[in-house]
């Protein structure tokens, strides 16, 4: 799971923030504006409606956060603190969070952002930049695995669905490459991960309106599927 969802990511942290907090919004936003927007941004949620306001909340907070390790990191990233919006958060600061999820322990990420002791905080932020260059590496080797593939075979593209897999394929990046799938050739997919003990992790991204039964692929896969994420895209 993304780190960013265990800190706060969905609206109904937020509230229950300001419910604990005896029900100050306008303290709650003070202190934890810049995490909420951050976390909304990364779970890829519509920034309609009170979204939309905690993520311009946020914004303002974020360019001057007293997090230590959100300030290396928006430096480290070279964010324009006068410019910060929602797709540097996005694509150069949640990245990086939930890479400590994905590839090492996401108490990394959690020390990075309460860390008060400036050379700890810049040292967690370099891990999880190292933990995201591998991941972005991972990412691309797989994806170049299935095209190479794909350009192999042609006719794979002829499924309705594709059903990809492969042996030892990282299960922390199997979401992004669906996904990545999906943009590219325009096709739902199920890219599923598989260790040498023939167990199964499986990520699913299909388009809007066409649904992927989870245990429709478990019965028609002879693996044994132990876990699996669905989600279907709006295109």
């Known amino acids: 799971m993304p780190v960013i969802t265990l800190l706060t990511g969905k609206i109904d942290f937020s509230n229950l923030f300001i419910a604990l907090d005896g029900g100050s919004y306008d303290t709650v936003m003070e202190q934890y504006a810049d995490i909420c927007a951050i976390g909304t941004v990364a779970d ?22 007293e997090i230590l390790g959100l300030n290396y990191l928006i430096d480290k990233a070279k964010l324009d603190r006068n410019a910060l919006d929602s797709t540097g958060i996005a694509f ?4 990086v969070i939930n890479a400590s999820g994905r590839f090492g322990s996401p108490l990394t990420a959690v020390k990075t952002l309460l860390s008060e002791d ?10 999880l930049l190292n933990l995201n260059a591998q991941r972005k590496q991972t990412e691309t080797e797989i994806m170049t695995e299935i095209v190479n593939h794909i350009n192999a075979h042609p006719e794979t593209l002829d499924h309705r669905v594709l059903v990809l897999s492969g042996k030892g394929w990282h299960h922390g990046v199997i979401g992004i490459v669906s996904s990545r799938i999906l943009e590219f050739y325009g096709k739902p997919n199920v890219i599923i991960s598989i260790d040498d003990d023939g167990n199964a992790r499986g990520s699913a991204r299909s388009v809007k309106g066409f649904n992927i039964s989870v ?10 599927l132990v876990d699996m994420s669905v989600q279907e895209v709006c295109r």
């Open 215 to 224: 245990f429709s692929i478990a019965e028609s896969c002879l693996i044994n």
């Open 92 to 95: 150069r600061i949640a990245p």
């Open 118 to 127: 400036p050379e700890d905080a810049e040292n967690y932020v370099d891990t």
């Open 44 to 65: 890829v949620v519509p920034l309609t409606g009170e979204n939309r306001t905690i993520v311009k909340r946020g914004l303002e907070y974020l360019a001057n956060t």
